[in-house]
DNA sequence: GATGAATGAGTATTCATTCAT
DNA sequence: GATGAATGAATACTCATTCAT
């Protein structure tokens, strides 16, 4: 059971990044197999389907990133840097994305979209709570978090997520968020150099 | 031209809805010659390829909701007025969604996607010219207006797109609006009844 | 009458040009018409079939060719240089062949060959002449004249129809040649620099 | 392996067959897949391409030629013998030819070629060979190897292939081939039954 | 645990040709 | 003479999946 764990483990890696990199639809089975070295049988004797793998990979990648993400939350540290570091730590294929670049965006749509749909999701409650925590000190004051935060997760997948955005976006999308949590102005500005290092 | 160009209109439609019902993908060419009643080449007589099908069935459709925006702009109401009729005539698939529900989901998300960016691309600027309408009239009160504008299509479409979405969602979207276009709070309620009727 | 045929052979000539740079295999009817500026149906008026084309392509090329070797050998020149002439004359798709240079090797065999043989057929008979012309004149001394001439013009077009020859490939030639005819050695040694300038 | 290398060899011989018997172009895979009656997919398990599984046929056919011609050479008979077997091991699609007759000659066009310049490009060498020891003997007595022997394969398959050849054409060829090597008169006569048996 | 041979439904695209106007 | 809309048979290739060994 080891050994096989093992291997698995190792597939789900392969599998992951050549789906991240060419795109789930472009990545045959072939491919994947052809890059781990294994027969087609022994590919099947570990997955169900393609698509099962697919979803075995995102569920490996969430849960490292929650993981992290939750690490951070049960640090010691001030409300905005907790906030920071999740952020941080949700931020999808961080590493591979700069791999080959901008090949991602036409035809990754699909896993793309699952990933961010399931990451959002989970990351709600993590950031909720820590806005609650914001609100107990004072820093913040809103109801409806879960709902706001979703907001604010939506939009910044949306804007950052491509990696090429403006001064005037960060501008306002911090702008949006002191005023959705009802936060001080300038409260929020430590997120800009978060973002900034991304360019 | 003439009989030429109606029987394009013609397949343009039928392809549409078929791409919006059962997805880019999952439309084959021999689905869509079958449903109009045309051989194969006649088909690659219209179309260079699928893909440029797509591109075309998407451009008639927002040329269509975008002329509709265009007029809404151009009559005499007031702006709150506009900014709502923009949006309505913006919301794509508006009437095909409901046909088979769910199942655009998952399968459609290309398609869905390309036509979501250029949207919003597309009604960034007339909306923005409502905004400072407004501003003139010192209903709004704020800078970076593209930018805000936006990122309200872009997490509009992401919330009610779906058409499952919360009473306290709304709430929040139209806090969120009114924060950042520098309204009056209770300003942009009027928008609460306009989406509601989508649910 | 006249209008048509002239319309005809400047299709002729485009086509020519076509399936001479792209291969006949290569060239689409579309590909034609697009490039003569005409509807599918013109064409069909002036062709029966694209198979057909090919054939009036090669008459005509055929026809002009073997008329200028004609007046060579009508000419009151030595019999070598006759030989020369004739020869030159009928080196096929001279002009064209550089345009794309070797492109014309791998995808246009079909009428490479079609034009060959029916080259060498036509050309035969003349060079038989001369080659009786310079038995005549004591320069060459054999039996079996057509078949001679037609391996000589069968090996030249193998040997030097590709453009990349070498020297002792042009000097076993000119032996050959040579013996062949029964003339002196170095009889034709006038045919090197006729072949050399193609290089 | 054994068993796939098997399968292999009879797909090979399959579609070689149809290949010469129909022409590759006239050969679709459909035919070929359902002759051997196997599925499409096996098929592409075995060949990456139709255009591959040609290449594959020519490699197949040429070796097994070239392997006779070779053991031809290495035998202890006269020299005119040697060269007499090396033409006859050569000789292509002996046996497939009068099969569908002159089918072949239109439709083949393209792989006739292929075959013809591999084979003349592998024979050249044994054959120079036999040509030295013949000059060793003093039977031959030429430079230009090389050149001169690529030249008689050229033409002979040019005059021979086809199967329709006159007695003054062999003639000529045998009369050729004795000054072209520096033979004596006649000392090639024994060509002639060689072809002979062709008609 | 692992292999790899076999499957076959599915897909987009090409192109010479016809014919009513 | 000329048009261009319509045809439809033909074709190569893909790929997730199965299963006997």
Redesign the pocket.
Known sequence: ?????R?KQELLRIAYKMFITRGYE?????DIIAEAG?????????F?????TLEAVIEMMLDQEIEAAKQVMAAEIPVPQKIAGIITSIRPTQEEQPIEGVLMQPENVLMHNKIRRKLVEKAVPLLSEAVEEGIAEGIFACDCIPERVRMLLLISSDIFDEGSFTEREVAVFIDMTEKLLGAEPGAMEFIRPLIGLEE
């Open positions: 059971m080891k050994k096989g764990e291997r472009n990545t045959s089975v072939d294994i027969a087609k049988g022994t590919y099947y004797y570990y169900e389907s393609k698509e099962q």
